[in-house]
Structure formats: structure tokens, C-alpha cells
């Protein structure tokens, strides 16, 4: 499975847009790219997926260059309630028979 | 979608003692996980249950200590035995469903 790798940490303000990104060198060919965000005593939950180019839904935006080598989530607007761990993932989709290998993942604090 | 509820939430044990964890799906799934999530650390995958078949216990579990039961498509245990305060960790139960995979809200073991 591709490795992953993405900051420990990142801060940033209410109103901002935030962007996370995400190293995957060795992505396979079948691989998709994707995004949980896990609050405190909760499971991760899913927040976004794509294979290539960009995918935008009502919480996030998910770009990813031609090479795939790499992806950025976009977090438009933050607020403080996005204060979270975000995990970026590679993988079959949906996870496949071997289910998601987890990183360390981004620790996200959003200030006032 | 699916909606994932765990018995108990958290609980307390002693050393030695065992703890069965319950995971419930609102729909029936194949593909079923349970995963650990030691304190500030990331997901790592303990096995996998398919319905059907004999849980696939991933390096460093072994079923002795974490035996599990997948009777049907919508319910499995996960089974802590002779724990120690090490098994001290929030365990998960995940399943995939329509390509994205679902995560319960954890059980939160603490072990004296």
C-alpha cells in the first residue's frame, strides 16, 4: 500500500481558507486518493474521494495533480468546529479487502 | 451509507479480566474491520471479518488475544483477553459500504 505522508500539524484562523497536502510517491495505478477528518471520541469520518484533477463537494475541494503524486485538500471558510485530525489515504476504493491504512494524519487547530 | 453503533462506549477493566465489544450495522456488509487507536496515535487495522469466514489478523494480533465473531451481515465482537493497562486504547469496528468505508464511534478501554 502507498505510503503517505502530510504536516503533523498545521494552524490557522476562522474565515481562512486552509489547505492540507498530502505526499504519495508511490500511488498505485488503481489507488484513489482519500481525505477522513476525525474529532475527538468520534471515528473518522469521510470527507472526501478522487482519482485525479478535482473534486469539490460541500464540505471540502480536492485537487490532485496529472502525476497523482500528491493531493491537496482545500478547506474553504474554516471555523473553529473544523478543528480536527485529517487523515489523507491511498487505496483501493472504499478501502478494498485489506480496508484503509491510516497515517499519522494532520492535526488541524483553528484559532479565533 | 451505513450507521455503525459499539457496546459498551468505554468501560474500565481490571488486568487479566476480558472485555467482549459488540458492533452493530444498520445494513448488511461484507467487508467488516475492527481497528485500534492507541491515546494521540493514528488507526491500525487488528483484523479483518468478513461474514463467512475466519477473521485475517494482521502482524502483531493474534486471534488467542483478540478473538472475534462475525455471525451475520449486520453484527460482530471483538474480544480483549487477559488485558494488561498496554491494551488501554479506543477500538473501532469499521465496515465498507457502496465503496466508502463507515466507522463506528469507538469503545474507549481503560485498563488498571
Not at chain 2, 479483518?48 to 465482537?77: H, M, W
Request: with cysteine; hydrophobic share 35%.
Amino acid at each position: 500500500l502507498a505510503k503517505t505522508t502530510q504536516p503533523i500539524s498545521m494552524d490557522s484562523y476562522e474565515g481562512q481558507e486552509v489547505n492540507i497536502t498530502c505526499s504519495h510517491n508511490n500511488i498505485a495505478t488503481n489507488d484513489y486518493i482519500t481525505w477522513y477528518q476525525q474529532f475527538p471520541s468520534q471515528g473518522p469520518r469521510f470527507i472526501i474521494q478522487g482519482y485525479k484533477t478535482k473534486v469539490t463537494n460541500e464540505v471540502a475541494s480536492l485537487f490532485i495533480p496529472a502525476d497523482r503524486k500528491s493531493s491537496t485538500l482545500s478547506l474553504p471558510r474554516v471555523s473553529l468546529s473544523d478543528t480536527a485530525v485529517y487523515y489523507c489515504l491511498v487505496g483501493a476504493l472504499g478501502g478494498g479487502a485489506d480496508g484503509l491504512t491510516f497515517g499519522k494524519g494532520t492535526h488541524l487547530i483553528i484559532q479565533p | 451509507s451505513a450507521v455503525i453503533s459499539q457496546k459498551p462506549s468505554r468501560d474500565i477493566c481490571q488486568r487479566g479480566t476480558s472485555l467482549t465489544i459488540q458492533c452493530q450495522v444498520d445494513s448488511q456488509v461484507t467487508m467488516m474491520f475492527w481497528y485500534r487507536q492507541q491515546p494521540g496515535q493514528s488507526l491500525t487495522l487488528i483484523a479483518t471479518a468478513n461474514q463467512g469466514s475466519e477473521a485475517t489478523y494482521e502482524s502483531g494480533f493474534v486471534i488467542d488475544k483478540f478473538p472475534i465473531s462475525r455471525p451475520n451481515l449486520t453484527f460482530s465482537t471483538l474480544t480483549v483477553s487477559n488485558m494488561s493497562p498496554e491494551d488501554s486504547s479506543i477500538y473501532l469496528c469499521s465496515v465498507v459500504s457502496d465503496n466508502e468505508q463507515f466507522f463506528g464511534p469507538g469503545t474507549r478501554l481503560t485498563v488498571l
